[in-house]
């Protein structure tokens, strides 16, 4: 509950048809005025600052409580780096090593906020202004979205900043000197009550000149536990009344509550996004824009999430994402798709799904629907596009099931395909031929020359199609192969791929490599709807040769520093009923 005791602040500044003590021309040109010298202040220190302020208090957070629940967008970034969270990051950036680890953990930190921040008008310090109050929160809240239609007026959205505070009376002395010098710089302070709480508004400034669809005012309050910026009075009220049990909060929300429970205790960022209200106000947008379209988007709609919650922490040797997201639908049951089974053991990238085609070929035909009622696209046109690939646009991935695609760099040429499991492999083999066809007709119409020829390849026909791109191109940008059986479709770029695929013993693939599969298991299995895998420190050895011998010293001494302690990135997600569960890890060395 906020408190009725609201630390002493000076009476505001009564508003003066006199001259400021500077003049016109050396005022500053405030853009949000009192955001600018209280919220903004605070918010853009901390957040130069990242993840390393040197406060070491670890409060649970209460800024969630302030937030609407209404909020379509909300993040927390927790810069007190609560529980575990200092020790691993201090684990995590020691494995670089020109990074001074210390330089951003002990109070040395403070000395280069105070360089910073004394840029900012009548000389404000972190050291003396901001960190005796700051207890290392801060929020940040979009509660309204505005229409983007365009030619309309431009509206901005209603912005909460939410700056913890640890000593109100220190908070309060700042805002008398900011209101003080706000005054002074040609704002008018005008203050007002809410639930015992003194909401101050700041308006005008320096600069007649505005910018459409950004606010020429600011309103903050200071409570026990909380410095509330917010673009209006009525905002930074209804901020208080969540907090009081007034009005319902983000913190009390049901899809909240249970997303925050699924994500780890110790974590510097939270994240929430309440995707239904956001594209609810994009339909309202398009069908006021574009009437004939609202059906199509309505199909877009109906398969995004309704609404996701995320969070960020360290771990020794990672950075760690951690997800839930609502489905409108059931999500596609976990499983060990064997794709990786297929995969070189090489692969640099390595991304899979679950039933690929069926999602694919809805999108598409959404989109299809959309371009042509929106208009972006006549109808005609689409049609025509279709009739020459002989079929719709959904068809010509609707044969995929589970599928992966895949990169990497062998012999020092570079490679990428596709490896599907076809629900219909007839129908992947007529849709590849579709493609070959339209490929020979426009190059009989003017196109590249393209040859076409099959090979076997231990009872598995590979057709190579080789288009004509001038001299010097490289055999990997100017050749296709695919190759369909029963059990899999291959289509890739070069020469070898494809063979190398239908020619994979398990022990030689990505999945029998000790590094993937532990990565795999450090985000919860190979049994998942889907994963994602990108080996950073196999990109850069395949890049290292082409660094130019005069470039080699810069590279070694002043890059490769700083690169070379990335391993990789790996990823997966896992289905629970209406659920997916994600987490993401960048890993160093």
Same mark, same amino acid.
């Given at each position: ?139 940040? /809240? ?30 309060? &002395? ?25 909401? !101050? ?18 309103? !903050? &309050? ?85 609404? /996701? ?97 895949? &990169? ?67 055999? !990997? ?33 990505? /999945? ?51 690169? &070379? ?25």
């Amino acid at each position: 509950m906020i408190s009725d005791s609201v630390p002493a602040q000076t009476p505001e500044p009564e508003p003066t048809g006199g001259q400021p003590s500077v003049t016109s021309a050396a005022r500053p040109r405030w853009l949000l005025p009192g955001a600018a010298a209280v919220a903004v202040l605070a918010v853009a220190i901390g957040l130069v600052a990242g993840m390393t302020l040197t406060n070491r208090a670890g409060a649970g957070s209460g800024t969630a409580s302030y937030v609407p629940a209404d909020a379509a967008v909300y993040y927390e970034l927790r810069l007190d780096l609560p529980g575990d969270q200092r020790a691993a990051l201090r684990s995590f950036l020691g494995h670089f090593p020109l990074l001074r680890v210390d330089k951003y953990l002990t109070d040395e930190l403070d000395q280069q906020l105070d360089q910073l921040s004394s840029a900012a008008p009548s000389g404000y310090r972190y050291s003396t202004d901001v960190k005796p109050w700051f207890d290392g929160k801060v929020g940040f /809240a979009m509660v309204g979205y505005p229409s983007m239609i365009p030619g309309a007026k431009v509206a901005f959205p209603d912005v909460l900043v939410l700056v913890g505070v640890k000593d109100a009376t220190a908070a309060g &002395a700042l805002n008398d000197r900011v209101r003080a010098d706000l005054t002074k710089a040609g704002a008018t302070i005008t203050s007002t009550s809410h639930a015992g709480v003194t909401i !101050w508004l700041a308006k005008g400034g320096g600069s007649t000149q505005t910018t459409p669809g950004t606010p020429q005012q600011f309103a !903050w &309050a200071i409570t026990d536990d909380q410095l509330i910026g917010g673009t209006s009075v009525d905002l930074v009220s209804k901020a208080l009344d969540s907090h009081s049990g007034a009005a319902p909060s983000l913190a009390s929300r049901d899809e909240f509550a249970a997303g925050i429970a699924r994500l780890p205790a110790d974590r510097v960022l939270t994240l929430s996004v309440d995707f239904k209200t956001l594209l609810a106000q994009v339909q309202k947008d398009v069908v006021s824009s574009q009437p004939s379209a609202a059906a199509a988007f309505s199909q877009i709609v109906a398969q995004a999430p309704t609404y /996701a919650v995320a969070s960020a922490r360290f771990e020794s040797d990672r950075f760690v994402m951690d997800s839930s997201a609502t489905l409108p639908g059931a999500a596609p049951a976990n499983s060990d798709r064997g794709l990786a089974a297929l995969t070189p053991s090489d692969a640099i990238y390595f991304a899979d799904g679950s039933n690929v085609g069926q999602g694919l070929a809805g999108s598409l035909n959404s989109l299809k629907s959309f371009l042509g009622a929106s208009g972006a696209v006549t109808g005609p046109t689409l049609d025509q596009v279709e009739a020459a690939l002989g079929g719709d646009l959904g068809s010509f991935v609707s044969w995929m099931s589970d599928t992966a695609l895949v &990169a990497g760099y062998t012999n020092s040429t570079p490679w990428v395909g596709l490896i599907s499991k076809p629900t219909d492999a007839q129908a992947a083999r007529s849709k590849l031929l579709q493609l070959q066809s339209i490929l020979q007709l426009a190059s009989v119409n003017g196109g590249p020359e393209v040859q076409i020829s099959q090979a076997d390849h231990n009872g598995t026909q590979i057709t190579t199609i080789h288009v004509e791109a001038g001299s010097g191109t490289p055999s !990997w940008a100017s050749t296709l192969q695919y190759a369909v059986t029963d059990q899999r479709v291959v289509i890739g770029s070069g020469d070898s791929f494809v063979a190398r695929v239908l020619d994979m013993q398990s022990a030689n693939s990505l /999945a029998s490599n000790p590094r993937f599969r532990a990565a795999l298991d450090s985000v919860g299995g190979a049994s998942n709807n889907s994963d994602f895998w990108f080996d950073l420190s196999g990109l850069r050895t395949a890049l290292e040769p082409l660094v130019p011998a005069d470039s080699q010293s810069v590279y070694q001494n002043s890059i490769k520093p700083w690169v &070379a302690p990335f391993d990789y990135v790996i990823g997966a997600g896992k289905s629970d009923g209406q659920q997916i569960e994600g987490r993401f890890a960048v890993v160093v060395k």
